[in-house]
């Protein structure tokens, strides 16, 4: 091979070296949109899965206080001339 036909191939190289650093360099950025998404996604369903807690909880302290009230009524009824 000729002087030429090496530095034409070394400034192949170059130019897919500079290519393939700049892809490194985007997938990098990718995978840390990708990673802040799921970190993002995570914390929408702990604040769903808290929201989801809080009105269980209401909804079963509303059930004890209706199931008191039921039975008072009962009781009242059943004691009634």
């Given at each position: 091979?000729?002087?030429?036909?090496?530095?034409?191939?070394?400034?192949?190289?170059?130019?897919?070296?500079?290519?393939?650093?700049a892809l490194?360099?985007?997938?990098?950025?990718?995978?840390?949109?990708?990673?802040?998404d799921i970190?993002?996604?995570?914390?929408?369903?702990?604040?769903?899965?808290?929201?989801?807690?809080?009105?269980?909880?209401?909804?079963?302290?509303?059930?004890?206080?209706?199931?008191?009230?039921?039975?008072?009524?009962?009781?009242?009824?059943?004691s009634a001339?």
């Amino acid at each position: 091979m000729n002087d030429n036909n090496l530095e034409q191939l070394d400034n192949e190289i170059q130019k897919l070296m500079k290519k393939s650093s700049a892809l490194q360099n985007k997938i990098k950025k990718e995978n840390i949109t990708i990673d802040t998404d799921i970190e993002t996604i995570k914390k929408r369903f702990k604040a769903v899965d808290e929201i989801a807690n809080e009105l269980s909880n209401k909804i079963e302290k509303a059930s004890k206080i209706m199931l008191e009230e039921m039975n008072e009524l009962e009781h009242e009824i059943k004691s009634a001339p």
